[in-house]
């Protein structure tokens, strides 16, 4: 039962007027009665409110109550009227049943007929507000079925503008709201964008709202949807004279607001907000789906970009063997088109002998983790190209295998810089050779017959050939330091600087000498080559370093003392990492620094001027730098940098 119902009731017989509110009141709680004397007041008073029913007398001052309720009809068409007649007949009723009455009711005869007047008016009323019901909820699923289906139109918009206008279109041709509009955010003012030929009627061209400055911005802003029924009464309004009196602004998410207006008061009921909210819902959903499509595709072609500047090969693999994508770097590589990449599956870029090789990465990628493997490609002109790939498995949401991502990097001048140094270390293995077994055999033949020679005869003569014969020796050794101090240094691990230090430490013979190691590190190197570095260094040091010895610079001397102290320690500064060898002897004067790195340089009669040349030659293989400077005790330091930070 509905429970507060407002009845309007027109006549001038005031002993009517009074019987029937009495009645209506009884029979009712919630009715309320207001009255009016005329039709022109009667008209006046519906105007100004909502009532849920009229009822009226048929001899009214001036006019009918068939006449007034044309002029009801034309205001309310669904308003329940109920002709309460003190006096008339069959073709009143007939008149007032063809106008569209409610009911006709005589008033004549005692207390029946008020009684009758209370049970149809709350009748009325009751089935009137049912229809309505019924019909707003009939209207609304239909709408929102056709909603619905307007969606599909919805998602297969490209364009924002798209948007708007299937916005526009939908509110005017589904949910029958005439005037409205959208309009976009665009920094600080809201712009239109679509709107409908009535906007244009009431508005010309709907203006651009800046922030701050209308109801609009109000709700885009706070991210509300506000419903006016007479905005004429709403501070905050852009345009005071606008004809426009009702209002929904519904946001589009940071996207902009839907406007939605008409000329009459309180135009928009529950339903219909409720279905321009469905709308706005939709299209709020398409703009954002506009705006992840868009974020994707910058996203795509910066990605797409940035692999494209590699001149590496890039490729992502499906689980049938297809390419799934690739950089601008296949087709440059391999000759074929993008077209052809397409259809090809990844054995056609490879040569048969290499079939097993390629289909065993990928099936052990998929299987496990990251797999590198070295292979040829087979160009479109048969070239082949040795490459280097990289690759690791991919997985989906659910960690199922869709596919193998890799790299693959141009190997062509690492395999000829490895077959250069293959020659070049055929070379070296030649000469240590003939140094070695051409040059050691006439010596050993020398010294055993300068043997003989010494029990033949005694002569200071045969000394100095026994002398010569050491230097040569040691000049022997030393060119077969050098030439393998140029080898590559491929046995590459991670030792201790300090464990090194103290190995190569046990084969100094100078018992007054103090070795001092005041830092330690980590450092990947050619262990036997590093060995052979420090142990010049170190000798350099005590054998040059000693109190009143004679500096040779390259591992040598002719005078040895003791007592002097070697320190060995770690150079960790901002753009060098590395170590350093320095003792506390008489140095190296600087003129002579750069010059005691070059092969023969010997400032002693015995040294052969290799030591530092092969420290140095070493250094180089590493990719490091030794130099060679003052320590902080006055003698010599020798630098060793340019190792990865520890």
């Known amino acids: 039962m509905t429970d507060r119902i407002r009845v309007l009731h027109v006549d001038d017989d005031t002993a009517i007027v009074e019987a029937a509110t009495s009645a209506l009141e009884q029979a009712h709680c919630g009715i309320t ?30 006019q009918t109550g068939v006449e007034f309720l044309d002029a009801v009809r034309k205001r309310a068409p669904d ?12 073709a009143a009723a007939s008149d007032a049943i063809s106008a569209g009455v409610t009911e006709y009711i005589r008033a004549d005869g005692g207390a029946e007929p008020y009684a009758r007047l209370a049970h149809t008016v709350v009748d009325a009323v009751e089935r009137t507000a049912d229809d309505i019901e019924y019909t707003q909820s009939t209207r609304r699923e239909r709408a929102i079925e056709e909603l619905h289906s307007t969606a599909r139109a919805f998602m297969r918009a490209t364009t924002a503008d798209a948007v708007a206008q299937i916005t526009v279109d939908t509110a005017r041709t589904i949910l029958n709201m ?36 209308s109801l609009a911005w109000q709700a885009f802003e706070t991210g509300e949807a506000k419903v006016h029924d007479d905005i004429t009464s709403v501070p905050g309004r852009y345009n005071p004279e606008t004809d426009i009196r009702s209002e929904i602004i519904l946001p589009l998410g940071d996207h902009g607001v839907l406007l939605v207006g008409s000329c009459e008061t309180g135009a928009f009921d529950e339903t219909d907000v409720t279905l321009a909210q469905t709308l706005s819902v939709h299209a709020t959903a398409a703009l954002n789906r506009l705006d992840r499509d868009h974020q994707l595709r910058e996203e795509r072609e910066f990605i797409d970009q940035a692999l494209d500047t590699l001149d590496d090969l890039f490729y992502v693999v499906d689980t049938d063997g297809s390419l799934r994508r690739w950089n601008e770097r296949i087709p440059e590589v391999t000759g074929y088109s993008d077209d052809e990449i397409d259809g090809m599956s990844v054995s056609e870029f490879f040569p048969g002998d290499e079939h097993e090789t390629i289909a065993s990465a990928i099936h052990e990628t998929r299987s496990g983790g990251r797999v590198t493997v070295e292979a040829e490609v087979l160009t479109a002109d048969g070239e082949r190209i040795p490459y280097e790939f990289s690759g690791t498995r991919l997985t989906d949401t659910d960690g199922a295998v869709s596919g193998t991502v890799g790299i693959g990097r141009d190997i062509s001048q690492h395999r000829a810089y490895e077959q250069q140094l293959e020659r070049q270390n055929e070379r070296l293995n030649e000469f240590t050779s003939i140094v070695s077994h051409d040059l050691r055999n006439p010596l050993t033949i020398a010294e055993g017959n300068l043997e003989l020679a010494r029990e033949e005869c005694d002569s200071d003569a ?73 142990s010049n260094l170190i000798r350099n040091s005590v054998e040059h370093g000693s109190a009143g010895a004679q500096m040779s610079a390259d591992g040598d001397a002719d005078q040895r003392g003791g007592g002097v102290t070697v320190r060995i320690g770690v150079i960790e500064e901002l753009d060098q990492h590395g170590f350093y060898v320095a003792d506390d002897g008489p140095g190296i004067p600087e003129d002579d620094r750069q010059q005691a790195f070059e092969a023969g340089y010997s400032t002693g009669e015995s040294g052969t001027g290799f030591g530092l040349k092969i420290v140095q030659r070493i250094a180089e293989v590493h990719g490091w730098t030794v130099t060679a400077t003052e320590s902080e005790a006055g003698g010599a330091r020798f630098e060793v940098t340019g190792l990865d930070p520890a």
């Not at 009535?198 to 651009?208: A, D, H, I, K, Y």
């Not at 030792?495 to 190569?504: P, R, T």
Request: aromatic share 8%; charged share 30%; net charge negative.
């Open 178 to 213: 005439p005037a409205n509009g959208v309009h976009f955010a665009d920094g600080e003012r809201l712009y239109p964008v679509a709107w409908t030929e009535q906007v244009e009627e009431f508005l010309g061209t709907p203006p651009v709202f800046e922030a701050g400055e």
């Open 79 to 90: 308003l329940p009227f109920v002709l309460f007649a003190s006096e008339g007949s069959e």
């Open 462 to 534: 045969l000394d100095t050939v026994s002398r010569a014969h050491e230097r040569m020796r040691a000049l022997i050794d030393d060119l077969l330091s050098f030439a393998r101090a140029g080898e590559t240094a491929t046995d590459l691990e991670t030792v201790a600087l300090a464990d090194i230090v103290e190995e190569c430490w046990q084969s100094v013979e100078d018992e007054q000498a103090t070795l001092v190691v005041e830092d330690d590190r980590q450092i990947r190197a050619d262990t036997a080559k590093l060995r052979r570095l420090l």
């Open 33 to 62: 009665v207001e009255t009016e004397t005329s039709v022109a007041d009667g008209l006046e008073r519906l105007d100004s409110g909502t009532f849920g029913c009229v009822v009226a007398g048929y001899e009214l001052p001036e």
